[in-house]
């Protein structure tokens, strides 16, 4: 009897169990089905438009390059940028094989088409990265960095100081000599220095030049920004300032012996390494000496006993032999007394 009015009591209990579910099931489903809509909605919303990479803006237009400065002084009618101004700019394959000292002109000459043709994004390739430009003083001074604004104020002061120098103007450098000195440069130990002089000594145009990561640079240019009204004269500090480093490196070369050396005093003299024989051993006889029997057939020396090798007397035989003393008197003796008679 209990049995089958169990049974519909269970399926009441499962009836209740699934409405409740069922009403349970339906706001979670609602919700899942907001979210669902929110999130079709956001992906239309501003906030996520904006994570979109826009469009850069399209590159300007270089540039039209200037006209060459009106050439001044020695450079007029035409200066020194009008003789490149037809050249074509160096190519980065040919700034590679650039080698000091022999293609310094070459270098400089890169640098005057670049100028001629108003380039100014090819500088770094023929300076190093931190290049500098002043006065022409091997000291440097006041020296600034050329890429400190890009580069366009030293542009600017280049271009003009080129234009005051003849078309033809002669490229100086001194002779790197000794030639142990050519490995100092071309291993980048040492700098090379060249410039354009002008004619009348007024106007000068330095370029120094270095290896940086294996290929030559220019690293410092010296130049005037306007033309000097008379003969320069070395600067001069107020406290005394050392001198200028030479433009071609010097070897010093030593007159003493290759070995180890000792300092005395302030000079620097050669070691002297005295060889003794160990304890116990005797000196063999010296064949030179004295008591040495000469070989039988050799000539006496003509000089004597006390001559040289070469027949000329020693100093000791030609020394004056000491003064002998005079020979003191025997005393007399007393005569002996007569025999007595």
């Known amino acids: 009897m209990n049995r089958p009015q169990g049974r519909p009591v269970r399926l009441l209990i499962g009836t209740r169990r699934s409405k409740e579910c069922g009403m349970l099931r339906a706001p979670l489903n609602c919700f899942g089905t907001v979210v669902l809509a929110g999130l079709v909605v956001a992906c239309t919303t501003p906030h996520h438009a904006g994570k979109v990479p826009k469009e850069s803006p399209p590159a300007p237009a270089p540039a039209a390059a200037r006209p060459l400065p009106a050439g001044s002084a020695e450079g007029a009618p035409e200066s020194l940028l009008h003789e490149y101004e037809a050249r074509e700019v160096a190519s980065a394959a040919e700034i590679a094989t650039w080698q000091l000292p022999f293609q310094a002109k070459r270098i400089a000459v890169a640098l005057l088409t670049l100028a001629a043709k108003d380039d100014l994004a090819g500088l770094p390739a023929v300076f190093t990265r931190h290049a500098r430009w002043g006065i022409p003083d091997r000291r440097e001074y006041d020296a600034r ?47 090379m220095w060249c410039a354009y002089l002008s004619r ?38 107020p406290q005394p300032q050392p001198q200028p480093p030479p433009m071609t490196p010097q070897v010093k070369r ?73 020979a003191t008197p025997a005393p007399a003796k007393a005569p002996a007394p007569a025999p007595a008679h």
């Open 145 to 191: 960095p050329i890429f400190a604004d890009g580069g366009r104020e030293f542009f600017d002061v280049f271009r003009d100081a080129a234009s005051r120098f003849a078309r033809k103007e002669a490229f100086f450098c001194p002779p790197v000599v000794p030639p142990a000195a050519q490995i100092y440069v071309r291993n980048g130990a040492e700098p």
């Open 254 to 326: 030593g007159t003493g012996p290759v070995g180890p050396f000792m300092s005395s005093g302030g000079e620097t003299v050669p070691l002297q390494i005295e060889r003794r024989p160990p304890p116990g051993t005797v000196n063999p006889p010296n064949p030179a000496g004295s008591l040495a029997t000469p070989p039988a057939g050799t000539p006496a020396p003509t000089g004597g006993a006390a001559s040289g090798p070469s027949g000329t007397p020693s100093p000791a035989s030609t020394a004056p032999a000491p003064a002998k003393a005079p």
């Open 200 to 237: 009348d000594g007024l106007d000068v145009l330095a370029f120094k030049f270095v290896y940086e990561n294996g290929g030559a640079k220019i690293d410092y240019i010296g130049l005037l920004p306007t033309r000097a009204p008379g003969i320069l004269s070395a600067r001069r500090e």
